[in-house]
Each structure stands twice: as structure tokens, then as C-alpha cells.
Nanobody
């Protein structure tokens, strides 16, 4: 059974930083494309960033470019999301997800491409 456990969320002031972690157990992490999504109250879940099993990364331009960095440590079965210059509009529950089916480039931002999901971690940015 594949499990994803997120950590690192919390309350931070605008302009601050947080690093989210997601550790995967029960699967073959090194072959998963790993993504981060987020969902704010009353809004749909949206794509934030993904890192492919080979290391290629993709970010949602509007929300993450220039401020967020996704990385992975295959030795620790962990993916990270470093978030800098946080804004109140970044407030959301952040979910990590694992894709085991090698989705195409055009499908990396689609939540349905990811088979396994974590329980989410709350990030709250105060103004």
C-alpha cells in the first residue's frame, strides 16, 4: 500500500518561507512523477509544481514561478516544496501526489494523472 505523508505546513507572515515535505512509503518512489497541488476554501484544487522521476520540473506559471522550488531526494523517498515570498493568496491545503503511469507532459498538471495522494497540510499566510 502506497502512503504519502506531508509535513511542514503552518502559519507564516506574508513574505516568509515554508518548506513542505512529502515522504512516500510502500512504493517505488524513484519511478514516480511527484506533484504538489493546493486547494483554497471554496476553490478547486489547482496544480502547483511537479518533478518527474528523471528530475525535470514544471511549475504553474501564475502561482509558483520564481517563488517555489520543487525537489526530490530519492534516497529518502521524499519530495519537497520550498516556498518563498509567500502571499496571503497562497493560503490553502497543500497536497502531494504521485503518478506511477508516466503521464505525458501535457497531463502533468492534471490531478487525474496522479494515482496516490497525501492527506494534505495546511498553509496559512497572514497579511
Amino acid at each position: 500500500q502506497v502512503q504519502l505523508i506531508e509535513s511542514g505546513g503552518g502559519l507564516v507572515q506574508a513574505g516568509g518561507s515554508l518548506r513542505l515535505s512529502c515522504t512516500v512509503s510502500g512504493g517505488t518512489f524513484r519511478y514516480y512523477d511527484m506533484g504538489w497541488f493546493r486547494q483554497a476554501p471554496g476553490k478547486e484544487r489547482e496544480f502547483v509544481a511537479t518533478i518527474r522521476w528523471g528530475g525535470d520540473v514544471r511549475y504553474d506559471v501564475d502561482s509558483a514561478k520564481g517563488r517555489f522550488t520543487i525537489s526530490r531526494d530519492n534516497a529518502k523517498n521524499t519530495v519537497y516544496l520550498q516556498m518563498n515570498s509567500l502571499k496571503p493568496e497562497d493560503t490553502a491545503v497543500y497536497y502531494c501526489a504521485a503518478a506511477s503511469g508516466f503521464p505525458s507532459e501535457s497531463q502533468l498538471g492534471v490531478s487525474g494523472s496522479y494515482r496516490y495522494w497525501g492527506q494534505g497540510t495546511q498553509v496559512t499566510v497572514s497579511s
